[in-house]
Structures are given as C-alpha cells and as structure tokens.
C-alpha cells in the first residue's frame, strides 16, 4: 500500500482556493489515488453544525479559536487520521494556518494560545504540503462581491484580512519545506499548470 499524503489549501477569502481543489483531487484520482476531499470548519456532521454557528454568529474571540479546534479535534478523529491510515490523500480546504491567519492575524489572539491549542489537539500531525492562494486584497474582494451573499468573516474590513493575508504570507516563510505560494492573480489555467507541476513532483 503506498502512503497517502495530506494536502491543505489555504488564502484568503476570495482568492480561489475552491476553484483548484477539485481541479487537484482529479490529479491524484488520475494517478490512481484514493482522494478524500474535506473543509474547516466542518468535515464531519458536528463540524458542519459548528461551522453553521462560526460562521454567523459573532462571539468572544478565544469561543471562536477554540470552536475551530474543537470541530478540528473531531475532524482528525473521524475523517483525517482514519484516511491516511487506509493509505488515502486527504485533501483539505483550511486547517490550523487558518486559525493562525484568521484569529491570531486578523483578531489578534496570541499566537502562543493558539500553538497551544495546535499542540493539545494534533500535536504530531502537520500536512505534508499546503497551498497557499495569495493575492491582493482589492482582488480578493473584487472576487467575493461578484460572486456570493458574504458570511460573517467575509464581511470584515480591509485591514483585517490584510493582516490575515500578511500573517499566512509569515507562517509560509517559517515553514518553507511545507508551503507552496501560488500567485492567484494569473489565469486560471496558468495556475492550474502550476499546481500540474506541484502535484506531479509529490
Ligand atoms: N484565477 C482566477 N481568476 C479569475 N477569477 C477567479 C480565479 N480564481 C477564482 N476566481 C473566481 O473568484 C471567485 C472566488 O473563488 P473561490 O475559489 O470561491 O475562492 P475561495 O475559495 O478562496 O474563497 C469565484 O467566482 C471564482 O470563479
Ligand atoms: C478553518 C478556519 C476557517 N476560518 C474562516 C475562514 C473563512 O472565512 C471561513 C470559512 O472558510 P471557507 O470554507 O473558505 O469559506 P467559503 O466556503 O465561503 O469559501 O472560516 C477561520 O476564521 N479560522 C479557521 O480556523
């Protein structure tokens, strides 16, 4: 059995993370891959209820943080670890660089809370590659107003999500075996050419 990998998608809001994870699955099932394909907050029917609560109901900041780790926990429990031990490529829109991006960035949490947090509940799982969808936020927003009814993180200001974007663009630095940054200005094809590339060298 080969051993499958974890793959997680990251970026702001807007900057078109959906339009390439199904693009990348394809890839994989086309290699002969078993593909789970996941998001966060949610995965699991208690995460899916949570996320219905995160993402319209406005709350203490550390209830938020430690909402996304609790529908976390039960997302490793249930879908994540099982997949990989089957030997299966688990692919994930958001994970912890999220909660470091979107509380810790742009709410301002304390990022020693957080890696706390991250230690409790999966301290010895990291994804083995994570995209990170980056672009400017005029483009992002351009993006969202043409596309959807915004939910509640999508409805902050600018210099949130400026500070979410530059605290995504730190963790990428910090950990430069793991992240891929992809320019998600160009083209769609350019940047599924790209990722072609990125998967086939996995
Ligand atoms: N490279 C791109 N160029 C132009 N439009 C794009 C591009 N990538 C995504 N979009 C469009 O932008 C909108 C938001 O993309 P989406 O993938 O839903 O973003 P995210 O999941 O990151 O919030 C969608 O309407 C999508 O079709
Ligand atoms: C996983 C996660 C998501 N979020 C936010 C980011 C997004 O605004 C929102 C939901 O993510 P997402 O699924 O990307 O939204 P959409 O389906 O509208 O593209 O949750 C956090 O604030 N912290 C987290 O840990």
Same mark, same amino acid.
């Given at each position: ?5 974890? #793959? !997680?998608?990251?970026? #702001?809001? &807007?900057?078109?993370?959906? !339009? ?18 996941? @998001?966060? *907050? &949610?995965?699991? *029917? ?5 996320? +219905?609560?995160?993402?319209? +109901? ?5 209830? +938020? ?6 529908? @976390? ?6 879908? #994540? ?7 299966? =490529? ?8 999220? !909660? ?5 960035? &742009? ?12 230690? =409790? ?5 990291? *994804? ?7 672009? *400017? ?5 351009? @993006? ?21 974007? +530059? ?12 992240? @891929? ?6 083209? #769609? ?14």
């Amino acid at each position: 059995m080969t051993s499958g990998k974890f #793959i !997680t998608f990251e970026g #702001i809001d &807007g900057a078109g993370k959906s !339009t390439h994870l199904e693009f990348v699955a394809g890839l994989l099932r086309e290699k002969g891959r078993q593909v789970v394909v996941t @998001r966060e *907050p &949610g995965g699991t *029917p208690l995460g899916e209820r949570l996320r +219905e609560i995160l993402l319209r +109901e406005k709350m203490h900041l550390e209830t +938020e943080a430690l909402l996304m780790f609790a529908s @976390r926990r039960e997302h490793i429990a249930q879908v #994540i670890e099982p997949a990989l031990q089957r030997g299966d =490529w688990v692919i994930s829109d958001r994970f912890t660089d999220a !909660t470091f991006a979107y509380q810790g960035g &742009g709410r301002k949490l304390a990022r020693e809370k957080l890696e706390a947090l991250e230690q =409790w509940v999966h301290p010895h799982l990291q *994804p083995d590659l994570t995209l990170l969808f980056d672009v *400017p936020l005029d483009v992002a927003r351009a @993006r969202l107003d043409a596309t959807r009814e915004l939910d509640k993180f999508e409805q902050e200001k600018a210099d949130f999500f400026a500070a979410t974007r +530059e605290e995504y663009l730190r963790r990428a630095k910090e950990h430069p075996a793991r992240f @891929r940054v992809i320019d998600s200005t160009r083209a #769609i094809g350019d940047i599924q050419a790209e990722l072609a590339q990125i998967v086939s060298a996995l």
